[in-house]
């Protein structure tokens, strides 16, 4: 079971290389559920994410951040359910307004 588990949190470092099936692809559509909140809970999300890496330099992390932000983007698909299908307009919206954002110096466009 400890394996298994760790299995699923290894693979967060790598959500969309291969596919996933059952709990794993349950267990990673849950892990990038924050990505198709609301705006307003998305905003605050990418406000605690920025307070997370405080300590990298701000054009360093804006930088770094939309290239995090443009890998999920130029994905085929960010989920593998059903139900992640229907979260992902959200989603992407989301990581475009941030990446437009982030390449405006953190800026609202």
């Given amino acids: ?15 969309l290389k291969g596919d996933a099936t059952g709990d794993l692809a349950l267990f990673l559509d849950a892990d990038l559920e924050v990505l198709s909140r609301s705006q307003a809970e998305y905003s605050m999300y990418a406000q605690q994410i920025r307070l997370e890496y405080c300590h990298v330099p701000y054009a360093t992390y804006l930088k770094a ?7 999920f983007g130029n994905a085929d698909r960010l989920y593998f359910t059903a139900r ?26």
Wanted: avoid cysteine; charged fraction near 35%.
């Fill in 1 to 15: 079971r400890v394996e298994r588990v760790s299995a699923f949190i290894e693979r967060t470092a790598h959500h």
């Fill in 65 to 71: 951040r939309a290239n995090v932000l443009r890998g």
């Fill in 84 to 109: 992640g299908a229907e979260m992902e307009p959200r989603a992407r919206i989301n990581l475009s307004e941030e990446i437009r954002r982030l390449e405006t110096g953190g800026r609202a466009a």
